[in-house]
């Protein structure tokens, strides 16, 4: 399945994008997408006859694809090939932090520059939705607590996230920085979460162009290893990391300018499309 959320800001209806590429209005079925939803109803979404349900408008904003989402986290440095072009060394462990649940936007909303900022970025990122609350999991278990994937741009701030002390925290949690969706696409529709081409375009250029294959840390031992340091419920999300291409990674390094426009994808996961504006 397909799920989404469809509405003006913080008024969002669940939905579902049916097989001809119709948004259904599943308010009837359910409250919304959340993580109560998708630790006790995906049976009831499934077998709804879609057909019943009425057809949401192509041209209706898109909200982040997961509502009330209560952990926000993040890897970084997860792409082999991402850490070979910052320089980086590959990590022993898995490097965490968390963007504010404050910077969810939807897929196709603005992204505003932070004011006094010189080096907003980009990074296309596969998002891991967890589906069943646990803590202590085994990494042979680990695929039974996800729901599903979406896309997320993981907007960083650089000279916030690399030049002012303290954590990356506040360069990765500014307001619109976590655009999620379009879709939260149930795990049986993905073969293979580690093999899958993802892209960023900005003003029709293309920067990043990786696949989820040079990922360092796996995603069942990201969950198993996350779930030691703290308890993961359904609807948190975990972003997994970027590939090669970040404008920080450019040479001379390239930074985001109000004006612009974002376009990212994931296979089998649809895209999104940002303006850049100022804040």
Not at 240 to 256: A, E, H, M, R
């Amino acid at each position: 399945m397909k799920l989404l959320r469809f509405g003006a800001k913080g008024a969002e209806k669940p939905a579902i994008l049916d097989e001809q590429g119709n948004i259904r209005d599943l308010s009837s079925v359910v409250a919304d997408i959340n993580g109560f939803v998708l630790e006790h109803e995906l049976a009831k979404i499934g077998q709804t006859n879609l057909e019943i349900l009425p057809i949401v408008p192509n041209d209706v904003r898109i909200g982040a694809c997961v509502g009330n989402v209560g952990k926000f986290i993040c890897i970084g440095l997860n792409y082999s090939d991402h850490a070979a072009e910052t320089n980086s060394p590959i990590p022993k462990e898995p490097i965490i932090f968390n963007k504010w649940t404050s910077a969810i936007v939807g897929a196709n909303d603005d992204v505003e520059i932070p004011r006094g900022s010189q080096k907003t970025d980009w990074e296309v990122e596969l998002g891991v939705v967890i589906g069943k609350s646990g803590r202590y999991i085994d990494e042979k278990d680990a695929m039974d607590y996800v729901a599903g994937y979406c896309v997320i741009n993981d907007v960083s701030e650089r000279e916030y996230q690399l030049e002012r002390g303290g954590t990356w925290d506040k360069g990765k949690g500014n307001d619109t920085f976590g655009p999620m969706g379009p879709y939260l696409v149930t795990k049986d529709e993905i073969a293979d979460p580690h093999n899958l081409q993802m892209w960023l375009e900005v003003d029709g250029k293309r920067y990043q162009n990786g696949n989820t294959n040079t990922m360092i840390f796996k995603i069942p031992y990201l969950i198993s290893y996350l779930s030691r340091f703290m308890s993961l419920q359904a609807g948190d999300v975990i972003s997994t990391g970027t590939p090669p291409g970040v404008g920080l990674g450019q040479k001379p390094p390239v930074y985001l300018q109000a004006g612009q426009t974002m376009r990212l994808g994931i296979e089998g996961l649809g895209e999104q499309t940002q303006k850049v504006v100022q804040a």
